[in-house]
């Protein structure tokens, strides 16, 4: 509200309280019961207290800047922040994502952004800006005092945009990361078994750790995510908030995932027969996990040319989309550098990156992703360190485990010989007169 509008209204309360103090009291004076009322009526309906009611409802009309505005203010005189520019480039390095993909977002957004202000504090800020703000903490990895001189805001007002996204989006659209139906895992398989001929795999299990240093500025841990994706990198599964000493075992089996899957709720459709062995749906993962019968891990010291060599090179295969995934996480300022909050805001950034990562997919901006990732061995071998070594004794879960592993490292093998085949025809159909 203007400082002219406020004394307008203060100076008329006053006048009206000071009527109603002077007026003669009703019980003392019988003759005249509503001796005050007709001048409390006169003032109501003066001029001044009409103009005043007018410039206050006017008031509540707020006027946001926003990045895109026709007629911008200048910064200097209204302390908002300057638009940034509208460029392929730009975008990408301040945003991770196109133009047309942060208009997207910003229409799903507006109405969740702009619904709190800090307490006492009203930013008259358009939704773009604050998605802009928070967009570009996650995006570059800037600090807050850095945040501030770029879009001239407060620091508590470029901490409250980042932390207000983030909670935006992992408390409404945490449903871009969901575990697949029966019928869509059937389209995750699919999409495995292109590139490797191996059926029923259902996903990638990886987990990487990302660094945070608390809020004293000097204790720096880490924290472990566990993330389960297909064969294009899309998030399926995201579990976070372990401590990054634990092994990528120990986390799995922390997991609701490991539970689940455990308990028959998940990965419980029918097998399928793969050289007369029953292989029911499973996933894939490196050597730090344990070999289970829905949990494929590669041969140690495979032979050269043998069916197990055949199937740990379809199995490096299949990981590499979720070492792109993380990858591209990691891609993200916020979660490249060690994150100065606490462990629940670190976990919150981890969510909301990964959240994105989704939504980008889906729109097929590739702004985020990484590229030519070709060589899984050359990339985050974080579980190399955090494998348990303990020997357990073969049982007959494992025992389960050997003869389908064995019976897909078979079906690897003859996947590898048909194109190869298949290659051979080629090249002689070619080379024919």
């Known amino acids: 509200m203007e400082s002219s509008t406020l004394v307008a209204l203060l100076s008329s309360i006053s006048q009206l309280l000071l009527l109603l103090v002077l007026s003669p009291n009703p019980s003392t004076d019988s003759s005249s019961p509503n001796h005050a009322f007709p001048a409390v009526h006169h003032f109501l309906s003066s001029q001044e207290i009409a103009a005043t009611l007018s410039l206050l409802s006017l008031s509540r009309k707020r006027k946001r800047a926003r990045l895109d505005s026709s007629e911008p203010t200048p910064p200097a005189q209204l302390g908002l922040p300057l638009p940034l520019p509208r460029t392929p480039d730009s975008f990408k390095t301040s945003f991770r994502m196109t133009s047309s993909t ?9 109405p969740l952004l702009e619904c709190r202000d800090p307490i006492g504090s009203p930013l008259n800020l358009s ?3 604050r998605l802009g703000i928070g967009l570009f903490r996650l995006a570059t990895g800037a600090n807050y005092p850095e945040i501030s001189r770029q879009f001239r805001v407060s620091e508590s007002v470029s ?6 996204l983030c909670r935006v989006l992992c408390t409404n659209y945490r449903f871009w990361i969901e575990f697949p139906n029966k019928t869509e895992l059937e389209s995750v398989s699919s999409g495995f078994e292109t590139h490797t001929g191996l059926p029923n795999c259902c996903g990638v299990i990886d987990c990487t750790r990302f660094k945070f240093v608390r809020s004293n500025g000097v ?4 924290v472990a995510a566990q993330i389960m994706v297909d064969a294009n990198s ?19 089996k922390s997991s609701t995932l490991y539970a689940d899957i455990e308990g028959g709720k998940l990965l419980n459709s029918d097998p399928v027969s793969v050289n007369g062995v029953p292989v029911n749906q499973y996933l894939v993962g490196d050597e730090g996990y344990p070999l289970l019968p829905w949990l494929m891990v590669p041969f140690v010291d495979a032979m050269p040319g043998s069916d197990e060599q055949q199937f740990n090179a379809a199995h490096s295969r299949m990981r590499l989309s979720g070492l792109r995934a993380i990858d591209s996480l990691k891609n993200w300022g916020v979660l490249s550098i060690p994150i100065r909050e606490e462990m629940k805001m670190a976990v919150a950034y981890i969510g909301a990156c990964s959240i994105l990562h989704n939504g980008l997919l889906m729109r097929e901006d590739y702004s985020a992703m990484s590229a030519g990732l070709d060589d899984y061995s050359v990339y985050d071998q974080s579980s190399q360190y955090h494998r348990d070594n303990s020997s357990l004794e073969e049982s007959s879960i494992e025992r389960k485990a050997s003869v389908i592993r064995n019976a897909l490292a078979t079906k690897a093998k003859e996947f590898q010989e048909s194109i190869f085949s298949t290659h051979s025809s080629s090249l002689v159909s070619l080379q024919s007169p």
Do not use: P, T, Y
Not at 159 to 164: D, G, H, L, V, Y
Not at 219 to 222: G, K, M, S, V
Not at 237 to 252: E, M, W, Y
């Open 219 to 222: 204790d720096q841990e880490e």
């Open 102 to 110: 942060f208009e997207w977002l910003c229409s799903l957004l507006e």
């Open 159 to 164: 901490r409250f945009c980042s932390k207000q």
């Open 127 to 129: 939704a773009d800006l």
């Open 234 to 252: 899309r998030i399926l599964s995201i579990v976070a908030g372990f401590r990054g000493n634990k092994s990528d075992a120990r986390v799995l």
